[in-house]
């Protein structure tokens, strides 16, 4: 589980663009917005927090600043899980779900998945039998 700040509201990923970004790079919105090839809106809604973080937009971030699309989603992840957790809606769902045990399942499902070995087990295995194939196929 992705841990919550205690004491205050996590990062949201347009404060980070910003304040770690934008200001010391002096880059402004308008001019990354060109950068990163998207619409001077979707950056400036990101940057004041009413705009989530996309995959897309953190894929174009990464290439141009030299990050991870996954530090930015990370933050929208951390971001969206503190946001639910406050909300009086998922509290009010959450007391309706009552917890079941999937342990019993898990553990049969499990077993059931488990991959059977039907092929051969080494690649020097899988030249004899694709040779041996090629003989039966062409009747030697």
């Excluded at 998922?90 to 991959?115: G, Q």
Aim: aromatic fraction near 4%; charged fraction near 25%; proline fraction near 6%.
């Amino acid at each position: 589980m992705i841990g919550l700040p205690k004491n205050r509201a996590p990062t949201h990923p347009g404060e980070m663009l910003l304040k770690e970004f934008l200001k010391p790079l002096n880059i402004s919105q308008s001019e990354l917005a060109r950068m990163i090839g998207v619409s001077f809106q979707r950056v400036h809604q990101l940057i004041h927090c009413k705009r989530a973080m996309t995959a897309d937009t953190a894929y174009r971030l990464a290439k141009l600043l030299g990050t991870t699309p996954g530090v930015w989603m990370g933050l929208q992840v951390t971001w969206d899980l503190y946001e639910l957790q406050r909300s009086v809606e998922l509290a009010e769902a959450l007391r309706s779900i009552t917890p079941h045990s999937l342990k019993a399942v898990t553990i049969a499902h499990a077993y059931s998945l488990s991959p059977k070995r039907t092929g051969p087990k080494s690649r020097k295995d899988a030249g004899s039998s694709a040779k041996a194939r090629g003989r039966r196929a062409s009747g030697e």
